[in-house]
């Protein structure tokens, strides 16, 4: 693994490699063991879209293994005032030892990667968000032991987050389902690989989608870049909503999780959120592990 670009480029083996380290950096956290895998390192953090979650889980994990983290705002970087990425790239590779992006374009990241001679993490771009889910299938492993099998439904936008959730799901031996409107369907890229799985189902039908399921997960109807289309969304998402009744179709005790930030009854009701927020907040907490991990493996020596 040179790169986290998305979750296409991982391999099952390479999943499993950032679950377990996640898993052993989250119990020495817990126990107070110092891990200073990274002493004496430094990552840069690209923001071209706000972030709570991903700059402070980045700032503060990276402190944690013992090197230092520096938020570059995309408003302050010459990058902001049209210098190529690709010599952005280039420069910042001289001084960086890794560097994490969130931006539009999946190809901006492809293209730092191609041309940086440093590994790049990708920290959300419009098609997809691989330090989520990868902290996503992190506290499902915790709930149920082993992912195999399981069924996760997702409702709502076919967004970065459904992208990438489809991959890491078929790729850990989960069922997955998936229920968007015929508009808002994820990436052809990703349908393209998921159809070759008997345990891939797309549906424009939530009931459909959550029957049975272990895990329902939902995300935004409006993500960063489409805010301005958030009342026509509104109207095409509302049968999309997660809530009681959606929820009676899982299974007893399914889990719920959402990447935040949340929309209270828009994508989710207050209701379900809050039954479920020590599985969301504990999602939320596992982006610190897992993107230890990622950067543990990348930067390590
Ligand atoms: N879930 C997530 O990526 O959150 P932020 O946008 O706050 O980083
Ligand atoms: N799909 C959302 C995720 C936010 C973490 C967005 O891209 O805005």
Same mark, same amino acid.
């Given at each position: 693994m040179k790169h986290l670009l998305k979750m296409l480029d991982l391999s099952s083996e390479e999943i499993t490699q950032i679950l377990d380290l996640a898993d052993q950096l989250k119990y020495e956290k817990k126990h107070g063991i110092a891990h200073p &895998? @990274? !002493? $004496?390192k430094s990552i840069g953090l690209i923001f071209q879209k706000s972030s709570t979650r991903t700059r402070v889980s980045f700032e503060t994990g990276m402190n944690q293994l013992g090197g230092q983290a520096l938020f570059l705002s995309a408003r302050d970087l010459q990058i902001g005032r049209g210098e190529p990425v690709q010599d952005t790239a280039r420069v910042l590779s001289r001084y960086l030892d890794a560097i994490m992006i969130r931006t539009f374009e999946q190809k901006e990241v492809e293209d730092l990667a191609e041309y940086g001679s440093i590994p790049i993490i990708n920290g959300l771009t419009d098609f997809s968000h691989p330090c989520q889910v990868l902290a996503d299938l992190m506290t499902i492993r915790e709930k149920y $032991? %082993? @992912? +195999? $099998?399981l069924k996760m439904a997702y409702v709502g936008d076919g967004d970065n987050m459904a992208n990438s959730l489809i991959v890491g799901g078929l790729k850990m031996g989960m069922c997955v389902a998936v229920a968007t409107p015929n508009e808002y369907k994820p990436d052809d890229l990703v349908l393209d690989f998921a *159809? %070759? &799985? %008997?345990s891939f189902l797309w549906t424009t039908d939530p009931k459909e989608a959550v029957q049975n399921a272990d895990v329902v997960i939902t995300d935004t109807w409006a993500s960063m870049g489409v805010e301005s289309e958030k009342e026509i969304r509104k109207i095409a998402f509302a049968p999309y909503q997660v809530n009681d009744s959606l929820m009676e @179709?899982? +299974? !007893? *005790?399914a889990m719920v999780l959402h990447c935040l930030p949340a929309y209270r009854e828009q994508e989710i009701t207050e209701k379900v959120f809050e039954e479920h927020a020590d599985e969301i907040f504990e999602e939320a907490e596992n982006r610190l592990h897992a993107q230890k991990a990622v950067m543990v493996l990348l930067m390590k020596d």
């Open positions: &895998y @990274l !002493e $004496g $032991g %082993d @992912l +195999k $099998g *159809n %070759d &799985y %008997d @179709l899982a +299974k !007893e *005790n």
